[in-house]
Structures are given as C-alpha cells and as structure tokens.
C-alpha cells in the first residue's frame, strides 16, 4: 500500500493530560482521509505535530517517505494547510493576502491567480478581505493551503460556521482537488455525515484514541455487525463515542487524564 502520510504510536502531553495518545495513521496516497471526533478529541493538535507546530511527546511520523524531525522543512514545503479559523490583513484585498504567502513561500507571481481560480474567487480577487462574507473567508484560506499546489492538504473543519451553501460550496471543492491535480488531503470534522460526502478513508478519534480506521465500506461492515443500519453511519459513530465516554467514566480519574 501506498501511503502518504503515516503516524507509529503518535502521542502529545500536556503535564497531566493526554491530547493525543498512541495514534497510529495510514492515509493513502491521492486519497481524501476524513479524520473525525468530537470537539477536544485530539484532531488538531494531531495535525499541529504533522506541521511542526507543536513537537510530539514521543511516537513518530513520516510524509512522502520523509521522517520527522530530520526532515521537518522538507516535508513542510510538500504541505499546504488550513488549520482553525484563517487570519487576514483585513485591509488588503484577498489578491493581496495572497501575494503575502506567495513572497514567503518563494512561489511565482501566477501561483496566486491559480490559488483563486481553484476556489472560485478570482472575480473577487480585488475586494478587502473585511468586506469577504465568511464563505469567502474560507475559500481565500483554503486558496491560501493551495497556493503552489501542493501535493499535501492538511485542513482543519475548513466548513466550521458556515451556512448549507456554504457547507456544500467547501465541500464540492475538497472533493474535486485530488482529481485536478493529484494531491492528497487529511480533513478533520466533528460530523461524519459530512465526511461520508467526500472521504475514501475515515479515522475516528476520541480521547485521543484512535477507535476505528478504513474506508467506509469497512465502517459500514461494523455497523452491520454491530446492529446497526449500514446507511445511517452518524449513528455508529456516535454510538462508537459514547461507548468509549463510558468507558472512560469507569477509569479511575488519574488513568482517564494522562492515559497511564
């Protein structure tokens, strides 16, 4: 199997609490991987240590064939990312913001150009970014993850607040991306309806803890086994949740937050 991204026993500490614990990944190349779990389950400090943003407590990653930390710029320059709510100057047009990242990354003038074709806003190119709706906030930050076109998309709930139209704008435009040109995306939510739209993979996260990984068929394999409807997913999730919270609440408390 071809994988592009893949974690051994990834885990973060914060004194006494666990974020992140023993994670182990496989995201196949030119696939898009939906990474879910509630909110605080751990999704983006995960992604925070596959950019580099926060260093593991122990465990290891890999990217491309390229190994964490030895090889930390070179896998950052293969990445482009989205992660949280995206940060404007807001008195420069989105053209502009643009531009900013472009000189910083070291990327020609017409990376810009395609960065707002692929999100759909190039006739919107020349408006401030305060006067942007927040669809089009979240376009220009994922035009922003695309600029250069990176063969690695890393994207924190990209959807978070939007509006159904929104919602499905964002959407169309994730799935469409491997196809134009060959990328490979990690997209985190905290809805598995959602992701069921556009993921070939899934990973379901909670506590820190990876509790399920493969594509959807296999998910809907378990929720067969386990009694439930194959074409009602949310439900298996959910209920995947709520049976490790249980489980979680039976630990004594200084097990349940550091995880030892």
Partial sequence: MNYMITTEHLTKKYKNFVSV??????????????????????????????????????????????????????????????????????????????????????????????????????????????????????????????????PILILDEPTNGLDPSGIHEIRELVKSLPSLYDCTILISSHMLSEIELMADDIGILNHGRLLFEGSLDELRQTAVKTGFAANNLEDVFLSMVDQDNMAMRALPDRKRRTGL
């Fill in 21 to 150: 614990n023993n994670v182990s990944l496989h995201i196949r190349k030119g696939s898009i991987y939906g990474f879910l779990g509630p909110n605080g389950a751990g999704k983006s400090t995960t992604m925070k240590m596959l950019l580099g943003l926060t260093v593991p407590t122990k465990g290891s990653f890999s990217i491309d064939g390229k190994h964490f930390p030895e090889d930390r710029m070179d896998i950052l320059k293969e990445i482009g990312s989205f992660i949280e709510a995206p940060s404007f100057y807001a008195n420069l047009t989105g053209r502009e913001n643009l531009d900013v990242i472009r000189r910083i990354l070291g990327l020609p003038k017409e990376s810009v150009e395609d960065a707002l074709e692929l999100v759909g806003l190039t006739e919107f190119g020349d408006r401030l970014a305060k006067k942007y709706s927040l669809g089009m906030k979240q376009r220009i930050g994922l035009a922003g993850a695309l600029l250069g076109k990176p």
